[in-house]
């Protein structure tokens, strides 16, 4: 089952993603200008970070655009997979710029022009920072509502360019109260050296999106909304995975049902509570059971109390955790819980 809101996030996404592309091209621009006046190498380091923030707002666009199309014969999962390589990319990015940062300033370091206007360029900067936070701020939290890797990799390093600016304006206050010209060139360089650690970061967490990483907070809200959802006959889940495409997760997982249950009474009961788990989870999404029959080996934590070939007394449900739903069968005194062919 598909959440109804689906359309509605697309937008968002969407619209979000212009915002930041045109926004990023305003304050690399703004950046630049300081750079023009003052001559600083780190005001340059900042500014080669905007480069990436604009070429990557762009480039998340096109991808989000192509993640919210629908599944079709080709794609049968969908194009949610396509805002990790997103993510992925700008993250490459900064990396690569942190070393142009680093090699630019290490030839500062021997031959560089003393910088010059530092004030004013501390004030342009700053105005950048300002817009790059509400930016990023904005960013980070349309990506966590509506679900979208590329949209949180973009403002989790927009809000680390404030970092880096803000770091930039306090060196540049250092090298107007020392004199010490050299300082410039060196802040540029730890600049880059926290890109090269931020950028190495957003690819390590797009790989695990690439290679369906467990992802315990999603697996948190999932076994929240299975346990809420959780009725008689749903005996017991076990062998749980789920699958990332961008805002979609495919789930599947064993079911085990009554095993005098019909085929369209057992198709009724699941369908339905499928549908309730889906609608209660934080991601869009699907369900898929792998039915398993009790075997007359669940009866001390199958609630279903008129069951007909009953061969104990219930005693208690078993506990829907993410360690009990993503592991397999556990034993009791019946023996083991386990309906594997």
């Known amino acids: 089952m598909v959440a109804t809101n689906v359309l509605s996030s697309e937008k968002y996404r969407t619209r979000a993603a212009w915002i930041s592309a045109i926004a990023s091209l305003l304050i690399f621009l703004l ?33 989000i655009r192509f993640a919210t199309q629908p599944a079709d014969e080709e794609h049968p999962y969908g194009h949610g997979k396509a805002e990790y390589f997103s993510a992925a990319f700008e993250g490459g990015l900064i990396f690569f710029a942190a070393l142009m940062i680093i090699a630019e300033s290490l030839k500062a370091l021997v031959s560089h022009a003393p910088p010059q206007k530092l004030e004013v360029g501390i004030s342009i900067i ?26 949180q990799a973009s403002g989790a390093h927009v809000i680390s360019d404030v970092t880096t600016t803000v770091g930039v304006m306090v060196g540049l206050g250092l090298v107007i109260w020392t004199k010490i010209e050299w300082l410039d060139p060196a ?19 797009s790989w695990g999106g690439l290679l369906d990483e467990s992802d ?13 959802n959780r009725r008689p006959g749903i005996i017991d889940i076990h062998h749980l995975r789920v699958i990332r495409s961008g805002s979609f997760h495919h789930v599947d997982a064993h079911l ?5 249950w019909d085929v369209a009474f057992v198709h009724n009961v699941t369908n ?34 008129d069951c007909p070939i009953r061969m104990v007394p219930f005693e208690s449900l078993r506990p829907l955790t993410v360690k009990s739903l993503t592991s397999g069968p556990v034993k009791t005194n019946q023996g083991t819980y386990d309906n594997e062919p």
């Open 31 to 63: 950046k630049i200008g300081a750079y023009k006046l003052t001559n600083s190498a780190a005001v340059l380091s900042d500014a080669l970070e905007s480069i990436v923030n604009v070429v990557a707002s762009i480039v998340a666009l096109f991808v």
């Open 126 to 151: 700053g105005v950048a920072a300002f817009l790059n936070l509400i930016l990023g701020i904005f960013l980070k939290r349309v990506g966590k509502n509506h679900h979208s890797e590329a949209l």
């Open 187 to 205: 802040i540029a360089i730890l600049v880059g050296l926290h890109l090269a650690f931020s950028g190495f970061g957003i690819v390590r967490q």
């Open 216 to 228: 315990e907070e999603a697996l948190a809200n999932l076994a929240d909304s299975i346990g809420r």
């Open 256 to 260: 085990v049902v009554p095993e005098y």
């Open 272 to 305: 339905e509570f499928e549908q309730q788990v889906v609608k209660d989870y934080t991601f869009d999404g699907e369900i898929a059971f792998h039915l398993d029959p009790c075997k007359k080996s669940y009866c001390q934590i199958c609630d279903v109390m």
